[in-house]
């Protein structure tokens, strides 16, 4: 992450395209509402008990490999991590981030290392933050992981973590994912994929599920597949949505699926959309788009299923009744 690195460092980071590089100004605007209260968070948070967060803990080593810590553990939370993020904090705010903690290492003749750990609300927002910019080979540390251009990813439990040199080499990176295991081990506790994943159907013939990604907030939906600048489906924080993709060889599909907290929500974002999206489709849920491509939508009971740039009007109708036998199923 570029965050409080130098140019020279920052070239690394953004050769991976990471969140820096993708978060809009406009998300500075569209995610306020996302701010959750809380207080600069106890030992307790990271620590075992009686552990105090100072130097090394039982969180995280001291020393590793030759690197020492030099500074932190500089503790977070939603209201302060700007001072540490700028404007790279909404998008972890909108995943409902509770508490940030940066510890930086240094060794003599050697990059600098930098980790960050962040507690989300729950295991689901730490997946979604994981998957939001994932992209990189898997790196099997925590119950999900990624490795590439010096920076490891992954998360466990409602944990998502950070850890990254300053610039690439084989002794910075081969101690980076050591510190990584390290790490995933004493996070005793784990969590699971966002029951909505399971909802969304495989795909048709000849397009397959390529990638998924959950979401609270339409400025993360426009981030991976635009639809509108205003809130038209009044996603929010306690709205699961899952947005997955669908490929083939030349086209690509998406499945929107939302989960709202009661019916009359589900109805009322259904309308605007509707309103919004659907406007010349004289009362029907599905039409063919400007870019001659078919969008449907569909509600069953307090879900949203849309379907978005399907080759036809009856692949649109098809997928979005695999999601609702699969909504079926799950209940």
Known sequence: MCYNLTGSQCE??????????????????????FVIPSVIFPCSAFCDEGVMMKGSSSFWPGEIDGWKITEGPAPYDSTTAYKYMNGAAEL????????????????????????????????????????????????????????????????????????????????????????????????????????????LPDGLTPFSKTQTWFVHSHILLNQRFFVAYENILNLSGDVDAVLGRYGSQKEKVYLFLVKYPSVIRADDALGGFKKAYLADGAGKLSIKTE??????????????????????????????ELAAARLKEGK
């Open 12 to 33: 690394t980071m953004n050769s991976r395209k990471n969140i820096c590089q993708r978060v809009s100004i406009t998300l500075l605007a569209g995610l306020a509402i």
């Open 92 to 199: 972890f705010i909108a995943y409902n981030m509770r508490t940030l903690t940066v510890v930086k290492y240094e060794k003599a003749d050697q990059p600098g290392i930098t980790l960050e750990v962040f507690r989300m609300a729950s295991p689901e927002d730490a997946y979604g933050i994981f998957s939001f910019e994932s992209d990189d080979p898997r790196a099997g540390i925590g119950q999900g992981s990624e490795f590439g251009g010096g920076l490891l990813r992954f998360w466990k439990g409602s944990y998502f973590v950070s850890i990254y040199g300053d610039s690439p080499g084989t002794a910075v990176e081969t101690t980076t994912l050591r510190l990584g295991n390290q790490i995933a081990s004493t996070i005793k506790e784990t969590g699971n994929l966002p029951k909505i994943l399971s909802f």
């Open 291 to 320: 870019n001659n491509k078919w969008t449907a939508a569909e509600k069953y009971g307090n879900y949203l299923v849309i379907v978005f740039d399907a080759p036809d009007e009856q692949f649109a109708v098809q997928m979005i």
